[in-house]
Nanobody
Framework: QVQLVESGGGLVQPGGSLRLACTAS????????MGWYRQAPGKQRELVAT???????NYVDSVKGRFTISRDNAKNTVYLQMNSLDAEDTAVYYCNGRHSYISTREYWGQGTQVTVSS
């Protein structure tokens, strides 16, 4: 059974930082490209950042220079370090994993809430 479990969300003040983690089980993690998406109330889910199986990263323009995605294959975990947070970053953040060679093998976590507010 494949599971992606996110953690690390919460309430933070503007300008603050959070680190999200997503731990996978039931997959060969090193073969998966991993990503973080977010969905704010009333908006569509959007891609935030991705990291390939070899560590290449990509970010949506609005988070470049503030967010960093990384992975630890030994721990089956992908991270999203979020700095300089502002209210526009408030959303439910979802972890995504997609097999690098078999695109139909794609999985989602349950989501973790990030709220940026004073």
């Amino acid at each position: 059974q494949v599971q992606l479990v996110e953690s690390g969300g919460g309430l933070v003040q503007p300008g603050g930082s959070l680190r999200l983690a997503c731990t996978a089980s039931g997959v060969i993690f090193s073969r998966y490209a991993m990503g973080w998406y977010r969905q704010a109330p009333g908006k569509q889910r959007e891609l935030v950042a991705t990291i390939t199986m070899v560590g290449l990263t990509n970010y949506v323009d609005s988070v470049k220079g503030r967010f960093t995605i990384s992975r630890d294959n030994a721990k089956n975990t992908v991270y999203l370090q979020m700095n300089s947070l502002d209210a526009e970053d408030t959303a439910v953040y979802y972890c995504n994993g997609r097999h690098s060679y078999i695109s139909t093998r794609e999985y989602w976590g349950q989501g973790t809430q990030v709220t940026v507010s004073s």
